[in-house]
């Protein structure tokens, strides 16, 4: 299974599993990662997933949707180039090793 690794700010880190079709953001809620809140479940509506994605990744992501990009205009957090809502990054075996960094607050 494709493994992620999250970054708290304190430089922590926490490597977890995932299953077939999660996200980013499902995968940290289920094995208790802190720092993703993900209000809304998942919905891209609340931008509580917010995630900036290590820059060895970015590229290997796929571009994201205009309602993402409307959505990361109201992060707690600043936004950043690479920024994106974990909710929409949907691991598939390319992102073997992922790492994203968890920033200071969601609301
Ligand atoms: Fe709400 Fe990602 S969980 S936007």
């Given at each position: 299974m494709p493994a992620i690794t999250y970054i708290h700010p304190n430089g922590r880190s926490d490597r977890v599993e995932t299953s077939d079709g999660e996200s980013a953001m499902q995968a940290a809620t289920r094995h208790g990662?802190?720092?993703?809140?993900?209000e809304c479940g998942g919905?891209?509506?609340?931008?509580?997933?917010h995630v900036y994605v290590d820059e060895s990744w970015l590229a290997r992501l796929p571009a994201m949707a205009d309602e993402e990009d409307a959505l990361?205009?109201?992060?707690a957090s600043e936004r950043l180039?690479?920024?994106?809502?974990s909710c929409q990054i949907h691991i598939t075996p390319?992102?073997?090793g992922l790492i994203v960094r968890l920033p200071e607050r969601q609301v």
């Open positions: 990662v802190d720092g993703i809140l993900a919905n891209a509506m609340c931008a509580t997933c990361l205009e109201g992060t180039p690479n920024s994106r809502l390319a992102l073997d």
